[in-house]
Nanobody, 118 residues
Framework: QVQLVESGGGLVQAGGSLRLSCVASGRILSTYTMGWFRQAPGLERTFVGAINWNGGRPLYADSVKGRFTISKDNAKNTVYLQMNTLKPEDTAVYYC???????????WGQGTQVTVSS
């Protein structure tokens, strides 16, 4: 069982920055993948980016490439989503999730709200 807790959301003006954190607890293996997703009101949840616990380059959705950066601190079991040059269309609830190498994300956090004002 894996538990995920996100934090760091809030209200920011367009062009600003926020850093989200996702703390993982429970049975986490180095082969797991940590992903970030977001869901805007009335829309489906979409992929933002992902990183493997054992290293490698993160993957990003085209909509956030060059603006968002995913990093991790293995010692703290924490994954970060640094969001720069935020746009109103980035407004959403952001979720972290983990995939135990199965190709699907099986554990999800509760989400954290990010609101970008114009």
């Amino acid at each position: 069982q894996v538990q995920l807790v996100e934090s760091g959301g809030g209200l920011v003006q367009a062009g600003g920055s926020l850093r989200l954190s996702c703390v993982a607890s429970g049975r986490i293996l180095s082969t797991y993948t940590m992903g970030w997703f977001r869901q805007a009101p009335g829309l489906e949840r979409t992929f933002v980016g992902a990183i493997n616990w054992n290293g490698g380059r993160p993957l990003y959705a085209d909509s956030v490439k060059g603006r968002f950066t995913i990093s991790k601190d293995n010692a703290k079991n924490t994954v970060y989503l640094q969001m720069n040059t935020l746009k109103p269309e980035d407004t959403a609830v952001y979720y972290c999730a983990t995939s135990p190498g199965t190709g699907s994300y099986e554990y999800w956090g509760q989400g954290t709200q990010v609101t970008v004002s114009s």
